[in-house]
Structures are given as structure tokens and as C-alpha cells.
């Protein structure tokens, strides 16, 4: 191989690696965000849990006075037909009474029906507290495993630009920002091999006169195709 693109091909090697590190450090978060997300939308949930808790607690509290109020009216009411004079004055007040009787036993139903959905709403809103104290602990278990594996990518990330520094200062400055310039639009491959008369990297097929001229290994060419740095591939015979 031509002593230059050899040297290319280790940078790019080294290149790929710190590459590769990167894209994992940065799907690091995934499963953190994931988390998140179920976390905030149960959360939403708790809320809503609450909210309906409170709504109809309050309601609780007004049928009760309701119930409190209509009881003394009742009390009234019977204290009073004890002493009524007239036939039509005793049918009115026993059919107030009725009445009250009436709305106070449908009171009692509605309170029956409260206390039971306050009950299956406290179920709820516990096991909601629950799910969230897990999903918490869970996401300060990922934060750590993030910041944990992020460090150790790090140093490798900062041990292979080490090696890329010395191995670019092999190389000469208008190849290496060629080798820069193309890696950067290629997605990091920017050396490719020729075999069997196709770049490797396009999959297109390389003029017969270039292919000779990349077997002698004299000067660097580029894929027609995709504008990578060729080099031929030799497969040794042993
Ligand atoms: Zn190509």
C-alpha cells in the first residue's frame, strides 16, 4: 500500500473508534429519557387522581351540611305537627317532612356512593405513589450508570485522540485536512479499499486504467463515485 494511505488507514481506524465511542455516549440518555417520560406522565396521572379526590371530598362535605341543615328542619317540622290546629296545616307539614325524609335518604345513598369511590381513589392514588417512587429510584440508578460509563468513554474518547494527534502528525497538512474534509461528509469512512474492481465503500466499479494505476502505489487517487481515497485491496496468497 502506498506508505501515506497506510497511515490514513490507521487514523481511521483510531478515527472510527472515537467515533463509535461518541455514538454511544450520546444513546446514553435513552433509557434515562424513557424513564422520564413514564415518570412525568404518571405523575400526570397522580395529579388527576388528586384533583378528582378533593373535588368530590368537597362534595362530601356539602351533602353532609345539607344533611346537617335539612335534619334540624325535620326536627322542627315533627316538633311542630304535634301542635297544629287545622287539617290542612298538618297535610302541608307532613308532606314537608316526607319531602326532607326523601332528600335526605337519597343524600345518604350519594354519600355512600362518595365514600366508596374516595376509598378506590386512595387505593389509587397510592399505588400511583408507588410507581413513582420506583420510576425515581430507577432513573437515579440509570443517572448513575450514565455518568459512570460516560467517564469511562471518556478516557478511552481522550487515549485514542492522543493517538490520533501523533499518528495526523504523520501525515502531510493538505492530506490530512483532504482525509478531514472527506471523512466528515462520508460518515467517517474516508480511505476505502478496491476489490475486485469495485470501491468498498460505494460498491461502484473503478475504471480499469485507475485500477492500474492504484497498483502501482505510487500517487493517491479517488473513487470516481463517492471521492474516498482508493487504495487496491491485495489479497496475500499464502
Ligand atoms: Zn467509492
Known amino acids: 500500500m502506498n506508505p501515506e494511505l497506510a497511515i490514513l488507514v490507521r487514523l481511521q481506524g483510531i478515527d472510527l473508534e472515537i467515533r463509535k465511542f461518541n455514538q454511544q455516549k450520546a444513546s446514553l440518555p435513552r433509557r434515562f429519557n424513557a424513564i422520564q417520560e413514564q415518570l412525568l406522565s404518571k405523575e400526570a396521572e397522580r395529579d388527576k387522581l388528586k384533583d378528582r379526590l378533593s373535588e368530590i371530598q368537597k362534595r362530601k362535605v356539602d351533602i353532609e351540611d345539607e344533611f346537617e341543615l335539612e335534619n334540624t328542619r325535620l326536627g322542627k317540622s315533627q316538633k311542630k305537627i304535634s301542635s297544629v290546629k287545622t287539617n290542612r296545616e298538618y297535610t302541608a307539614l307532613q308532606k314537608e317532612i316526607n319531602e326532607i325524609k326523601k332528600a335526605n335518604t337519597s343524600r345518604e345513598d350519594e354519600l355512600l356512593v362518595i365514600m366508596e369511590e374516595i376509598a378506590s381513589l386512595q387505593e389509587e392514588i397510592k399505588a400511583k405513589k408507588k410507581e413513582i417512587t420506583q420510576s425515581r429510584r430507577e432513573m437515579k440508578a440509570e443517572q448513575k450508570r450514565i455518568e459512570e460509563l460516560g467517564a469511562e468513554m471518556d478516557t478511552k474518547i481522550a487515549a485514542l485522540t492522543k493517538d490520533r494527534d501523533a499518528v495526523s502528525q504523520e501525515v502531510r497538512p ?12 462520508r460518515g467517517g469512512v474516508a480511505v476505502a479499499a478496491v476489490s475486485e474492481g469495485a470501491c468498498c465503500a460505494c460498491n461502484m466499479n473503478i475504471p480499469p ?28 496468497k499464502k
Open 174 to 185: 493538505d492530506l490530512l485536512s483532504k482525509y478531514n474534509f472527506i471523512k466528515d461528509k
Open 209 to 236: 486504467q485507475l485500477y492500474n494505476e492504484l497498483l502501482k502505489e505510487e500517487k493517491i487517487f479517488t473513487c470516481p463515485s463517492c471521492q474516498r481515497l482508493i487504495y487496491a485491496l491485495k489479497v496475500d
